[in-house]
């Protein structure tokens, strides 16, 4: 096909004619360049978002192995984990230990929260006309088991007959890890 056709047709029109189809045609090139531009700019946005995102993600993997470092550091102190009936006879064995009476034991199990890593195990260890010297020695001997034992209360008063023993309450608080809490082994994406 020829575009003489064409070339006879525009010569045929008149000057205001011509001048309406120039300026149709150049709105219809104007107004595909301009929906052009936004989609460039579009794909432009998308790119450096991407690129944006590939740096923090090529920052976080370079960071790995501190991190894992940091993760095995965290592991070896909270591998420490003291279930309640270890709870109960490392209590026994302290106060045989400073040579108290033997106290009433309480003892007491919180489950946490599902996103905890940790259960908290507690006794309250009531004791009467107990001598002040080993009161003393058996708070020495749980404090010294830190941070598997934790004090978290001592109410304590002299028995009216004689100054030097005590009567009040121990509570002991002792965290226990959720079994697999420790676990950094990455799951597997689920097929879709």
């Known amino acids: 096909m020829t575009l003489r056709p064409l070339q006879t047709w525009f010569e045929k029109m008149s000057s205001r004619e011509r001048f309406m189809l120039l300026a149709f045609a150049w709105s219809v090139v104007i107004l595909w360049a301009s929906l052009l531009i936004g989609q ?14 590939l740096k923090k993600q090529d920052l976080s993997l370079k960071q790995k192995p501190e991190v894992e470092q940091k993760i ?23 106060y ?4 108290m009476p033997a106290p009433t034991i309480n003892s007491n199990r919180n489950d946490t929260k599902k996103d905890s890593i940790f259960n908290i195990n507690s006794v309250t260890v009531h004791f009467s006309r107990t001598p002040f010297r080993s009161l003393v020695d058996f708070t020495s001997r749980v404090l010294h088991d830190e941070p598997n034992l934790i004090i978290d ?4 008063s002299p028995e009216r007959s004689n100054l030097t023993q005590m009567t009040g309450d121990v509570r002991i608080f002792a965290l226990e890890l959720k079994p697999g809490a420790l676990d950094i082994t990455p799951t597997a994406p689920t097929a879709k």
């Open 153 to 156: 209360e001592l109410v304590s």
């Open 96 to 99: 045989r230990e400073a040579d």
């Open 72 to 94: 095995k550091h965290y592991q070896d102190i909270f591998k420490t984990s003291v279930s309640m009936s270890d709870l109960v006879n490392r209590v026994t064995t302290y």
């Open 40 to 53: 460039v700019k579009t794909v432009k946005a998308n790119i450096n978002s991407r690129q944006v995102a």
